[in-house]
């Protein structure tokens, strides 16, 4: 009988064990950085991403990213620095998948330079976005996003798709897709979540 009672718990540890590690939310707190491949109308060009976020309370967080890529073509180099910093909310909608929103501040300078003479133009903005976090299984998590820029009164809609994988509760490694009128974007970073 006590062989039986401890098959038997065994057993429930271990089934139940994967469904409670399923069960875990998407972590808001976060640092991350790598490398980021673009396509500008044509025109491939790379670079590199930073971006981060903390929760300020259970359900409210701050949010901030700098990405920038360029490329020289006929001695001529050209650079896009893009900053977003802003203020979201997110929401469980499930054990493991949270709905969030983000309310921006978008600031995109444009760099050129050639033989020795350079100008540089930026414009402000702001961009309203929703997507959806989901960790799809203990090391496992899917992101989309759907977004909204108006950057000097010229409005473009965006789509961002993401996948990471965790190799411990703190580290994992990602990649990420984001498509923005004429603008393409691929990242693959590294995170770190605290």
């Known amino acids: ?18 469904i409670a590690l399923a069960e875990q939310t998407p972590n808001f707190n976060f640092v991350s950085g790598g490398y980021l491949d673009g396509d500008i109308d044509g025109e491939s060009a790379d670079g590199w991403t930073i971006d981060g976020s903390k929760l300020v309370s259970e359900n409210v967080f701050l949010s901030g990213q700098y990405q920038t890529v360029g490329d020289s073509v006929n ?33 995109i300078e444009l760099e050129a330079s050639y033989t020795g ?21 203990e090391s496992f998590e899917l ?5 909204y820029v108006d950057i000097d009164d010229d409005s473009e809609t965006s789509i961002s798709v993401g996948a990471r994988y965790y190799i411990n509760e703190n580290v994992s490694f990602g990649a990420n897709y984001t498509s923005l009128d004429d603008l393409d974007l691929i990242s693959a970073t590294v995170r770190y979540s605290f």
Request: charged share 20%; aromatic share 10%.
């Open 117 to 137: 003479r350079s100008e540089s133009e930026d414009e402000n903005g702001y961009g309203l976005s929703v997507g959806l976090r989901s960790m799809v299984s």
């Open 75 to 107: 001695g001529a180099d050209f650079d896009i620095n893009w900053l977003s910093a802003g203020v979201g909310y997110r929401t469980a909608i499930s054990s493991s998948t949270d709905f969030y929103g983000l309310v921006t501040y978008e600031n």
């Open 1 to 18: 009988m006590k062989m039986n009672k401890a098959a038997l718990l065994l057993l429930t540890t271990l089934v139940a064990s994967p």
């Open 143 to 147: 992101d989309g996003r759907l977004g």
